[in-house]
């Protein structure tokens, strides 16, 4: 899975970027069953970060329980390098990693698809 560096999203005056795919575990297969392809993957990922809005804060979010057909019950462990954000701050932060993890993960499984295409 590939996470450019810089990319990110926005929202409630914070800019949430990717900067390093630190580590991956976890399987993919494409099995046939019945003249059809099922892409199934399950992984856990851990990605540094950087959110900024009047402040800048720095951060590694391990991200568990990625399944093909469960993106939204993604489980997010976020530990802070320096300075935390206040509670409401890391609130918005947590929401804006898992929309940008669940978009990146969408466009990896569209990629996917089209390797047995």
Same mark, same amino acid.
């Given at each position: 899975?590939?996470?450019?560096?810089?990319?990110?999203?926005?929202?409630?005056?914070?800019?949430?970027?990717?900067?390093?795919?630190?580590?991956?575990?976890?399987?993919?297969?494409?099995? @046939? &069953?019945? #003249? $059809?392809?099922?892409?199934?993957?399950?992984? *856990? %990922?851990?990605?540094?970060?950087?959110? /900024?809005?009047? !402040?800048?804060?720095?951060?590694?979010?391990?991200?568990?329980?990625?399944?093909?057909?469960?993106?939204?019950?993604?489980?997010?462990?976020?530990?802070?390098?320096?300075?935390?954000?206040? @509670? &409401?701050? #890391? $609130?918005?932060?947590?929401?804006?990693?898992? *929309? %940008?993890?669940?978009?990146?993960?969408? /466009?990896?499984? !569209?990629?996917?698809?089209?390797?047995?295409?």
């Amino acid at each position: 899975m590939i996470i450019p560096s810089g990319e990110g999203a926005s929202g409630s005056g914070f800019a949430v970027s990717f900067k390093t795919l630190t580590k991956t575990e976890g399987s993919a297969q494409i099995t @046939h &069953s019945r #003249g $059809k392809a099922r892409f199934m993957y399950e992984w *856990t %990922l851990t990605v540094d970060f950087e959110a /900024v809005s009047s !402040e800048k804060f720095k951060g590694s979010v391990v991200v568990s329980d990625v399944i093909n057909d469960q993106l939204d019950d993604v489980e997010l462990e976020i530990t802070w390098t320096g300075k935390k954000p206040s @509670h &409401s701050e #890391g $609130k918005v932060v947590t929401s804006l990693l898992k *929309t %940008l993890i669940i978009s990146k993960m969408k /466009v990896f499984e !569209e990629e996917y698809r089209k390797i047995d295409s």
